[in-house]
């Protein structure tokens, strides 16, 4: 534990630096220098940020962030580092996590990981300490990206099929839209979506985008793909007029990535993946009922060899999608008489399970019925003219 005396050490550093800086022209050094100069900062951007996650947690517990006016310890410590709320929120769940740590924690203070790498690794490893060694690895050797991704996959393994469940239902519960005009007028927003959903609307997105580049080249207008992107969005939600091509497309073909042995057990275990490629994890159950038009890629794996991979088309043609809405023109559930929006369920023999995507094992539901019960346990029986909707047992009995 430092002395009183130790707290020298920081504050003679900052004004070692603050002076250094005050002389610093860039312009009079090499390039070499340059660069290694920029090394020295990053090294010790490492080192600051590794002591404010290590006291972050101990300065909330006093009383100084109250003594100076502010509504929470996450207040004060965002006006002191200079950072949104939500990241200084960040900083002090990191501080917590790195108690049941003590590699990680090691690592940060000899300044091997920065913010962003502690943050990840924390709050993945906190759930699954065994694999914190492999993912300082990773931290050590890849890039951020290839961290987070990692990351991602290890908190996807929650252990049981229900669990994946209730982190979806999580996600989906948290969802949000939200806008704001920036300082010059423009029109910002932000949204959180559940994974299958944003891939959903990425894949349209960019559909549109590909129709608005194509007319851009054939104009010879040329602008940044993002910008053809935002007009794609707009586009999209307000119905504005495509093209011929874009009116006699299909909905666009979703593709989920996932080892055969998890979606044959409804739930992934340690080095499986169940996921949507560019956007990340999904439950099984995601895989197997919410996505009724995608393609499954299933890689059929052996440790860390891949053995073969089998492409599952579930999409629904247009004869059968004809017989079945004529058959269900609204939700099946008893009592419900939704009749827009309306999903297509594998009801009875689940196509992770061999279903076959046929008149018999299909059924209309509204997205409230096929949310309930893809991940809230609800059952759907009998059949066409005779159905029934039975709750999950710990529901039935309440």
Known sequence: MPSPVAFAVPKRAVTDVTAYLADLE???????????????????????????????????????????????????????????????????????????????????????????QVREIAAAASSRPSTEAELLEVAGSGTIENLKDRCRRVRAVVGSAQAERDRYAAIHAARFFRHWSDPDGAFRGEFRLAPDHGARLLAAVE??????????????????????????????????????????????????????????????????????????????????????????????????????????KRTIGAHLRSAIEERDRSCVVPGCDVACGLEIDHWHTDFAADGPTALHNLATLCHFHHFQKTYRGFVLSGGPGRWEWEPPPELDSG
């Open 26 to 116: 860039p312009d009079r050094i090499t390039t070499s220098q340059a660069a290694e100069l920029f090394s020295l900062f990053a090294e010790l951007a490492r080192l600051g940020s590794a002591g404010q996650t290590l006291v972050a947690r101990r300065a909330a517990q006093g009383e100084r962030w109250k003594a100076e006016g502010h509504r929470s310890a996450a207040s004060w410590i965002a006006r002191a580092a200079g950072t949104g709320l939500g990241e200084a929120k960040g900083l002090l769940e990191t501080g917590e996590r790195l108690e049941r740590l003590p590699a990680t924690t090691q690592a940060l203070r000899r300044g091997e990981l920065s913010g962003t």
């Open 207 to 312: 559909g549109r985008a590909n129709d608005l580049f194509d007319e851009a080249r054939r104009a010879e207008r040329r602008e940044p793909p993002t910008a053809y992107q935002a007009d794609a969005l707009v586009d999209l939600v307000t119905g504005s007029p495509a093209d011929t091509r874009s009116r006699g497309r299909d909905r666009a073909v979703l593709h989920v990535r996932a080892d055969i042995a998890a979606l044959r057990r409804g739930y992934v275990e340690g080095g499986e993946v169940c996921e949507i490629p560019g956007v990340g994890p999904v439950p099984v159950a995601t895989a197997t009922s919410v996505l009724p038009h995608a393609f499954l890629k299933i890689l059929v794996t052996d440790g860390v060899d891949v053995l073969s991979v089998a492409h599952a």
